[in-house]
């Protein structure tokens, strides 16, 4: 059987192999035109940006929180200082049992659901090899109990860290504040940057008002770390600079000798230097123990500062708002001889109520069978009501209301401490604008002798007072007087306002008849002048919390305590050389004379031992 073959095309099979080898070079060349503009790319215009991308695969950076300012009185002891602490601190990832563990570890070392709860939180937020605080604060005991079983809690371990701490407790609790935990409201307004690694940050008093100058300015570590982004070695560190420390010009013990003095009275006493507008003395009682706020305070304990009848929390010298009573007659009848509309020696007639023409209503003198004929001085140093009703309805609220507020009165003082409320100076504007009622002339009565809607706060009575020891000159009160950094020292400004025009002699009479209210044989304040080689310029006050109908009578034995008079005294020492001022409000305490003066008596007596 004859074979057939078939004949090759050995033309055509070349020339097809022929333009596939054309085909797959010119592809290959194409690519390697693609491979190397792609290499030169990555090599030359990206080579910086893929170069930051891969150091940030490969290095990261670990945050280094600056160590916080210290905070001192004026002779350097430390209100807020830092101190060492041992926390305990466990990394999720090696622990083979979370629950187990953490059941165990509450039982050994008595760490409460609160805490326990707070740790879940915190870890929901960070990487399961991330050490996370289980407890800030460990004492002896739990340290002991922990180190003898240490080996049996893998992953938990202990760590010195440093923890704000407040060594006078509540005395100073209003004024130097506390640091807490920032929340989330905090965190969103916070730079970022600048707190990273920071837990903590004021919360009120100093500490909130210095925060960017106590903070300081955090530093970071350059980490190199694995695929997984576990820490296997230190590239680079840039330390932190720490906060500035500073120094206050309150007196620690003249603060410990004002709580002293209030005891469990509730009330605030300020003490100011007139001629500097130093603040010596910032007391607000009572006060509360501001450390457990910088661990966490429990809900339970936190919820009895809050519901407290005493209020603990409420910061007295800076935001209470009381009637100034009595002690603003001082001012009144500076108004009175500045304006014109009186003299020294002009009398009225005290025959224990006051009655202005054609009306019923008797505006009654706290003597009910009345002072007699009375001056000025007579007014000021036996604190005549009736003589200041008068005085005021012929100055008017108008005169009267813009020559106070020279003082301060009505106005915020301006003190480096935020939350400063500014007390109320009543007039015939403001009521009509707030209340949209006319001003009727019986307010104006009774704004003369510091009732109806006239209210100041401590510090604002202090003001005024260090004004008027000063003969007119203005001084913003302040607690800051330097700044301390490693590099340099800080003093703040604190320029003295322009003085009021007032007229020495005036000032001088008003004066002297203070210092008869201690010196005076008859005046209200005359037990604190007993031993003492100096004059006292002050006027006592007692302020109503209620008002007392025409037909009733007021019987401090039958009414409830929280219903009693504000017992109210200011005064400054010594009285031709005013040294310091100070403003006394005990709440619901009665008598200025009896309750309020001898606080303020010990402290300047304290303040001026060994300066006279």
């Known amino acids: 059987m004859a074979r057939h073959f078939a004949i090759k095309d050995a033309y055509g099979e070349n020339r097809l192999f022929l333009n596939r080898v054309v085909t797959a070079f010119g592809m290959i060349i194409i690519l390697l035109c693609i491979l190397t503009s792609r290499l030169a790319y990555l090599q030359i215009a990206g080579h910086e940006h893929y170069a930051s991308l891969s150091k940030n695969n490969r290095v990261k950076i670990s945050p280094l929180p600056p160590t916080r300012g210290l905070i001192f009185d004026r002779n350097g002891k430390i209100l807020a200082e830092n101190v060492a602490t041992y926390s305990l601190e466990l990394i999720p990832e090696q622990t083979d049992n979370l629950?187990?563990?953490?059941?165990?570890?509450?039982?050994l070392v008595k760490i409460t659901d609160e805490e326990i709860e707070h740790f879940h939180k915190i870890r929901k937020r960070y990487k399961s090899f991330t050490s996370i605080p289980l407890r800030l604060r460990m004492d002896e005991t739990a340290l002991a109990r922990f180190a003898v079983r240490r080996l049996q809690f893998p992953g938990v371990d202990i760590h010195a860290r440093l923890v704000r701490n407040y060594p006078y407790n509540e005395l100073a609790a209003h004024v130097v504040g506390y640091v807490g935990r920032i929340n989330e409201k905090e965190l969103r307004t916070l730079d970022k940057a600048k707190y990273r690694g920071t837990n903590h940050i004021g919360k009120i008093g100093i500490e909130k008002s210095y925060e960017k100058t106590l903070h300081g300015k955090a530093g970071y570590e350059e980490l190199e770390t694995n695929a997984q982004g576990r820490r296997i070695n230190i590239i680079g560190n840039f330390p932190p600079s720490p906060g500035a420390d500073l120094h206050l010009t309150l007196d620690i013990e003249l603060q410990q000798l004002a709580a002293d003095g209030l005891g469990s009275q509730t009330g605030a006493v300020v003490a100011i230097e007139p001629k500097t507008g130093n603040v010596l003395v910032f007391v607000s009682n009572p006060g509360f123990n501001p450390n457990p706020f910088v661990y966490g305070i429990s809900q339970k304990n936190y919820s009895a500062l809050q519901s407290s009848v005493d209020i603990p929390l409420f910061n007295r010298v800076l935001r209470g708002r009381y009637p100034p009573g009595s002690t603003i007659k001082p001012f009144v009848?500076?108004?009175?001889?500045?304006?014109g509309v009186t003299d020294p020696y002009r009398q009225t007639y005290c025959p224990g109520y006051y009655q202005l023409a054609g009306v019923n209503h008797k505006y009654r003198d706290w003597k009910k069978w009345g002072h007699g004929r009375i001056n000025m001085k007579a007014a000021i140093?036996?604190?005549c009501d009736v003589y200041f009703y008068d005085l005021a309805h012929t100055l008017g609220i108008n005169r009267l209301s813009t020559f106070l507020?020279?003082?301060?009165?009505?106005?915020?003082?301006?003190?480096?401490?935020?939350?400063?409320?500014?007390?109320?100076?009543?007039?015939?504007e403001w009521k009509q604008k707030v209340r949209k009622k006319p001003w009727y002339p019986g307010e104006t009565l009774i704004t003369g002798i510091g009732q109806g809607f006239f209210?100041?706060?401590p510090l604002q009575l202090a003001k005024a007072t260090a004004i008027l020891a000063n003969r007119g000159k203005q001084v913003h009160p302040h607690l800051v007087s330097k700044i301390v950094t490693p590099n340099e020292i800080i003093v703040p400004d604190h320029t003295p306002l322009s003085n009021l025009a007032l007229s020495e002699k005036n000032l001088n009479f008003i004066i002297e008849s203070m210092t008869n209210v201690v010196h005076g044989s008859r005046g209200t304040a005359r037990r604190i002048s007993k031993g003492i080689s100096y004059k006292i310029a002050g006027k006592t006050g007692t302020a109503q919390v209620f008002t007392v109908k025409q037909e009733e009578s007021y019987n401090e034995k039958q009414v409830a305590k929280k219903l009693r008079d504000h017992a109210l005294f200011i005064a400054f020492a010594p009285a031709d050389d005013p040294q310091i001022a100070i403003s006394v409000v005990v709440e619901?305490?009665?008598?200025?004379?009896s309750v309020a003066a001898p606080i303020a008596g010990v402290v300047m007596a304290k303040y001026l031992e060994g300066r006279l």
């Open 588 to 593: 619901n305490g009665g008598h200025g004379g």
């Open 455 to 457: 209210q100041i706060t």
């Open 99 to 107: 629950e187990q563990i953490l059941s165990e570890l509450q039982r």
């Open 405 to 428: 507020r020279k003082f301060g009165f009505g106005n915020k003082t301006q003190i480096d401490l935020v939350g400063e409320k500014s007390g109320l100076l009543p007039s015939r």
């Open 381 to 383: 140093t036996q604190s």
């Open 333 to 339: 009848g500076l108004a009175g001889l500045e304006t």
